[in-house]
Every structure is written in structure tokens, then in C-alpha cells.
């Protein structure tokens, strides 16, 4: 069964540091697309970025950057600059099937001033 | 920007009481998915649907739950018979093809008494 593990159930940063994100997955698969989501207090699910697994090149989106070591079922979110506004819980994600994602435990990240 | 509509956002019933939870999808879009958070949880895939019926579920998708299109635009969750815990936020979402780019609506918090 695929599974995904964020082993970082808290994390802080001061505003305008970096702070990266962890995420390791397992899979049998070869072919398979991983996300980052944001949920904040809302709770509404805000999708980040995603990696497609057959793309070598680290995807990016602004301040948000992943590190995907495929060989490592590694996927972790480098956040550069940080915002107050980026407090929130982050959930990594990973495309099984074609149909469904499966969720990490998630990762709450609280910015501070 | 188009988005993915959920009402009510916030339904309290009793236990043993049946609930329908409305959705209504991006118009162009064709699958379409429940999740389901429990508090403090990471977020779980219940149903996926496409071409008027069921492509996918999970194990926590049993006989009370069932899903439905009824017309050209709703998407709706029913639970039939409600438990203590079915508790929970329940996301809709679509895509216009597979999980690649998932459109996650505010969600319903669902409070079961």
C-alpha cells in the first residue's frame, strides 16, 4: 500500500527565513504525481505546487520550491522568504491510481513575527 | 477564478439521522471526489465519481454512504443513517481530468450529536 509520512508534526520559522518541509512516500510505482497543500484556520485546502515523477526538473512556484529525490522517495517544500500569511497546516500528498490522494499526517507551520 | 461550492458549511444532526451534503463542481469538470478530515486528522479519500457513477472508493465508504449527480450541476454526499463518527469536514472536489489539478471546495463541517 502507497504510503506518505510527515515526520515533522510542528515547525517554526521567523518571518523572511526558510524553512523546509519534509516528506518521504513509498510506492511501487514508477509514474505518479505528489502535491503540497496549504490548509489555514479556514481549513480551506489550498493546493501549493505538484511534481510530476518523470519531470527531473524540481518544480516551482514563487517562494515555494520542492526537493524530489526520486530514488529517495523524498519530496520536501523549501519555503523562501516567509510570510505571516503562510501559517498554516501542510499536508504533502501522493497520486495513487489515477484516482485518489493519499494524504500525510501534515506538518503546522507557524510563521512568527 | 471558478471554484467548488459546498453547502451548508456547517450541519449539526442527531445521531441516526440521515444527512445529504450539496457540492456543486467546476461547470466543465468531469470527476469528482468526497474527502473527509476528522479533527486533528489528516484528510482521507472516500468516493471518487465519473460518467454518472462510482470509479473508486475506500474502505471507510460503507453501505451508509452513497453519492449522486442528480442534475448537470449538484454532486451530493448522503449518509444514511449517522454515527458519532461520521464527525467530521467533508471536501468536495473536482478536476476537469484525474487528481493532476484538483479543485477542493471550502468544505461542510459536519457535527454529529
Known amino acids: 500500500a502507497q504510503t506518505v509520512t510527515q515526520s515533522q508534526p510542528e515547525m517554526s520559522v521567523q518571518e523572511a527565513e526558510t524553512v523546509t518541509l519534509s516528506c518521504t512516500y513509498d510506492t511501487s510505482e514508477s509514474n505518479y504525481y505528489l502535491f503540497w497543500y496549504k490548509q489555514p484556520p479556514s481549513r480551506q485546502m489550498i493546493l501549493v505546487i505538484r511534481?510530476?515523477?518523470?519531470?527531473?526538473q524540481n518544480a516551482t512556484e514563487n517562494r515555494f520550491s520542492v526537493n524530489f529525490q526520486k530514488a529517495a522517495k523524498s519530496f520536501s517544500l523549501k519555503i523562501s522568504d516567509s510570510q505571516l500569511g503562510d501559517t498554516a497546516m501542510y499536508f504533502c500528498a501522493f497520486e495513487t491510481s489515477g484516482s485518489r490522494l493519499t494524504f500525510g499526517e501534515g506538518t503546522q507551520l507557524t510563521v512568527n513575527p | 477564478e471558478p471554484e467548488v461550492t459546498q453547502t451548508p458549511s456547517h450541519q449539526v444532526t442527531q445521531m441516526g439521522q440521515e444527512v445529504i451534503l450539496r457540492c456543486v463542481p467546476i461547470s466543465n469538470h468531469l470527476y469528482f471526489y468526497w474527502y473527509r478530515q476528522i479533527l486533528g486528522q489528516k484528510v482521507e479519500f472516500l468516493v471518487s465519481f465519473y460518467n454518472n457513477e462510482i470509479s473508486e472508493k475506500s474502505e471507510i465508504f460503507d453501505d451508509q454512504f452513497s453519492v449522486e449527480r442528480p442534475d448537470g450541476s449538484n454532486f451530493t454526499l448522503k449518509i444514511r443513517s449517522t454515527k458519532l463518527e461520521d464527525s467530521a469536514m467533508y471536501f468536495c472536489?473536482?478536476?476537469?481530468?484525474?487528481?493532476?489539478?484538483?479543485?477542493f471546495g471550502s468544505g461542510t463541517q459536519l457535527s454529529v450529536l
Open positions: 511534481q510530476e515523477a518523470y519531470k527531473q
Open positions: 472536489a473536482s478536476s476537469a481530468g484525474g487528481v493532476e489539478k484538483l479543485f
